[in-house]
Each structure stands twice: as structure tokens, then as C-alpha cells.
């Protein structure tokens, strides 16, 4: 468990602080802890904006009454310009209802703030995020696309709130598949020069596969390594050679990274995931064998049955942690192996104060035994690794997403069908018709990626969660769609607004709907923190969908550009401009962008 204290904040000026620190000196005046003095959003919006138990806490403490201990603190509340009324409720809950005068101020202010009423950690840190984890040659499939939106969800909350973060994709590029694809090519095309003993390094810089040969042969032979043991040994002899420093085997080997990361690479831009690293498995196997010597010497690798493992047991686990395998008994190192290499090599080329890991939960064992193992042999302390983990990607069956085929689907196929269908429902929404053909591709292409991220990103992320790609793009309910719609129109009001020389100005809260408008807004910072501290983008994805609501509600109870005066226009105005501020960099904070116009 990470220790969340540890990650503090600064800055925070929202009606949780300020209302908090007023009830806490309150608290501190009756001689009580600070702490007491905590207040939440209120759960009874119908009743009050905010809420504090704190008396009800200390009166168990001191064996007293609780609405005794309430009402001493709401006379050192009463008469303050943010409470409109202070109500103690039930057995001793203090209801805060704030006042429409510290409501304005606070959307004047949040309108000021260019982080838009976010705060910033209090201490920096370095940050990497190990997402996406594609591999050479190996087609992505839903489950990747899972742990690629939310990496990159969280890459992009915690650079914003204020930490040095690396998005590094650790990418698939070594081990056993290589050599499987290398015994493929050497089957079709044995007349190249790599697979020369004596091959010198000279060699075209084209590339001798295409991707889709990649995609054919890797199957293909994958297929064979499981039938024909024969097969399987040459491929496993290949894997060998080329880990170590066969020359034709590194040349070819090299041609297949390429060819690879630069189609991930567009399908992941085409779905607005951006990695700062491309490090690959390989790139830690410089560090496999000092490891396993050092390892070796301190006792923690040892041999077993021929292989070489450390044990990472502890006597309080609920259940067995087998012991992690370094090296097998044919010598090679394994996944875990390189796992825990790679955290050696971020030790020493990043420093790194976090690692977080988006990988699947079906992986969790393993990321035990390695942040244990990393922990034993002094790679990282305790709390500094951490696998943020995520649930499956089911079919309508409950079983992990197939086609109908019974195949994974592709990343590509899957932003292909999306497209297609983004394209259908603008059509049967009306949306769309006045843009020229280009704009509306535009435009289908953002619905689209919305729809897929925002159905990943509203779930928590170990939710195992239905892939329902024609509710995912509906325009209504909590969707990706919906949000951009939202968007687009309040972008279209500022452009009217724009047209007839409205200006936004001071924001005066005087009706329900705005109130409800600007305790939205505040909460933004709320939405952040926790989505920080618990690795959850769907904290936020809720705040953005809620915000979207709530203005839906507000545009219709309080006209902006018919509204009955100037002042009143430009105050609404204001509110609509804040709003869309604050949504559109929600929706950059899930790696989402609005189109302009629909
Ligand atoms: N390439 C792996 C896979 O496709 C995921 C890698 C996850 N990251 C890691 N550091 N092990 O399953």
C-alpha cells in the first residue's frame, strides 16, 4: 500500500478547504483536534451543500452530547460570509448551505486561475508510467487498448498535477516470439543475408518483411512452435542466438522492432496515446546478467531443480506466492527477469520515486514476485513500485472480448468499426450536416475515439466491463458522444455570443441552477486529487459527465444570450466560458478532444 499521506497537495481553495478550516478552528477554539473539523460534499444536496460529522465524533470521544458539541461550533461559525445558513442536523451533523455572494466569488476566482481551480503536489516526483506494453508482431487487441487509455489517463493527471512523469511503453521486443518469427522468415526467404554465419552487418536498409508479413508469420509460427517440437527447439535456439549478439539475428531482429513500432505508433495516435519512452524488453538485457551475478552473491537467487529463482514468500501472505524464476533450466531469463531488470535500469538511468504499472490483474502474481524480488535485492523500496491494475474487457458472454470469429480483435479493426459507426449515428442524430466532408471526418473520428475511451475510462479500472460498442456511442447517457456534444454546444454559444458583441464579465450567482453550476466547478479539485491518489481516471470522468449534465441544466433554466439584462447575459456568459474550460481540460486529462462544431 502506498502511503497517500505521503502525497500531499497545495493550493487547494475550494469550499471542502475553506469551509474545513473554518470548522476546524472552530473544533480548536472548544479544545478539540483540527481534524474534527473535516467537511465533505454534502450527500443530501437537497438539503445542504456541505457537511461536517466532526461533532458527532469528538462527543463519542468525550462521552458528550453531539448537538451540544454542534452547537458551540456553529457559534463560531454563524455570521461568516460564506455561510448562508448552518443548519445542525439529526444526531449533531452540521449542514452548510453556502451564500450565492461567496458562490460568485468563487467562479470570478476559479475564472482567474489558469489551473481552473486545481491544485499542485506539494513535492514533485518522478514519475514513470508503464503502459501500454505492446508487443513486436503480436496484433493488439481490446485488452491493450484498456491499459493504454488509462496509462495514459493518469500520465497526463499526474503531469498536470505536478509531477515529472515518463510514459514509457515497454515494449515486447525480446524473448521468445522473436525467435519465433526469425525461424519464420528463415523458412520463406533462406536466401537472405542475416541468416549468414559470418553476416557482417552490411545489409539493405529496407526491410525484408512488410507488417503484414509480421502479422501473417507470427501466428503462423506460433502455431507451429506449438505442434512441431522441432520446430519449437529451432525457435528457441534462434531466441538464444539472437540474445546473444548473433549479428544477421540482431540485423533482422532490428527490421522487425522497426517495422513494428512505427504502425503502433499510428494506431496508438490515432487514438491520442503518446509514450515519452519507446524502451523495449531488450533495452534492460544489458543489465540481466550483473543482476543475476549480484543476486547471486547477496544469496537471493538460488538454484532450484536446475533453474534459478529467488523466493519471495512471506510468512503473512493469505495465499502462496511461488517463488519468481530468474533464469530457466535451458538458461534463459525470463518475463519476470526482465521485469526486474528493467526496474534496475530505471534506477540508474531515471531515479525514479514511483513506478505505476497499467497492466492487466490476470498479472498481479507476477508483480508481486518482481516488486519483491526488486525489494530484496535493493532495486526500490517498498511502496515505490505499484501495479495499478486493471479488470477484462468482456464479450455479451462475460467471457474477455472475442469476434465473432472467435478471434481477439484488432486495435485497428476495432478504431475502423468505431469509425464507421460514429459516422451512422451523427447521421441519425442530424449532427454534422453543414461541415464540409473533411470536418466531418474529423469530427466522426473524435466521437469515436470518445466513445471508446470514455467507456474504458468511466469504469473503474478493475471493473470487468462489457465491450458494447453501440451504447458506447450512443449521444445520450453517460458516453463518450455525450461529452463532446456538450462541448460543441457550449463552443457554439460563445460563438454567438461572440457574433453579437456579448462580452462575459462578473459572475453574479442568483438562481438554483447556477449555484448548482459553480459547486460543480469547485469540485474539480476534489476530482483530481482523489483520481491521483487512487489511480482512478473514472473520478474524474465522472466529475466531467456530471459537469456536462448540470450545464445541460442550467442552459435550460437560465437563458444566457436571451437573458433579461447585460449584466445578466455577461454573467452567464462567464459561467458557460468557465464551464467549457474546465470540461475541455477534463477531457484533455482523459486524452479526449471535442471537435468544434458537430
Ligand atoms: N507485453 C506484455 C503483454 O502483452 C505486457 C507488459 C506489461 N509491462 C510490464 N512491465 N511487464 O502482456
Known sequence: MTDLKAEAFRGSQDFKTVLGDLTAGAFVREGFEARFGQVNVSDRPDLADFQCNGALAVAKAAKANPREVATKITGHLSGDAHIKSLEIAGPGFLNFVVSDNALSDRANALREDERLGASIVDTRRKVIIDYGGPNVAKP??????????????????????????????????????????????????????????????????????????????????????????????????????????????????????????????????????????????????????????????????????????????????????????????????????TDLATIKQRKVEFAPDLVLYCVDQRQATHFVQVFRAAYLGGYAVEGQLEHAANGTVNGPDGKPFKTREGGVLKLYDLIDSALDKAKIRLNEAGLGKDLSEADFADTAHKVAIAALKFAELSNHRLTNYIFDLDRFMSFEGKTGPYLLYQTVRMKSILRKAADQGVNAAVVTVTEPAERELVLLLDGFDSALKESYLKRAPNILADHVYRLAQTFSKFYAACPVLIAEDDATKSSRLALVDLTLKQLEKGLDLMGLTAPEQM
Not at 304 to 322: N, T, Y
Open 140 to 337: 493488439m487487441h481490446v485488452g491493450h487498448l484498456r491499459t493504454a487509455v488509462i496509462g495514459e489517463s493518469l500520465k497526463r493527471i499526474f503531469r498536470f498535477m505536478g509531477d515529472e512523469v515518463i510514459g514509457d511503453a515497454h515494449f515486447g521486443d525480446w524473448g521468445y516470439q522473436m525467435g519465433l518469427l526469425i525461424t519464420a522468415v528463415s523458412d520463406e526467404q533462406p536466401d537472405l543475408p542475416y541468416f549468414d554465419a559470418d553476416f557482417a552487418g552490411e545489409y539493405p536498409a529496407q526491410s525484408p518483411v512488410s507488417l503484414s508479413d509480421l502479422e501473417r508469420l507470427y501466428p503462423l509460427a506460433s502455431g507451429k512452435g506449438k505442434e512441431d517440437p522441432e520446430y519449437r527447439d529451432r525457435a528457441r535456439k534462434a531466441t538464444k542466438e539472437l540474445q546473444d549478439g548473433r549479428k544477421g539475428y540482431r540485423a533482422l531482429w532490428q527490421h522487425f522492432v522497426t517495422v513494428s513500432r512505427e504502425a503502433l505508433i499510428r494506431d496508438y495516435g490515432a487514438l491520442g496515446v503518446e509514450f515519452d519512452l519507446w524502451y523495449g524488453e531488450s533495452d534492460a538485457d544489458p543489465y540481466v546478467a550483473p543482476m543475476v551475478e549480484e543476486l547471486t552473491a547477496k544469496g537471493l537467487v538460488v538454484p532450484d531443480q536446475g533453474a534459478q529463482i529467488i523466493r519471495v514468500a512471506r510468512e503473512d501472505d493469505k495465499s502462496e506466492i511461488p517463488p519468481m524464476l530468474v533464469v530457466s533450466s535451458e538458461g534463459s531469463a525470463m518475463y519476470g527477469t
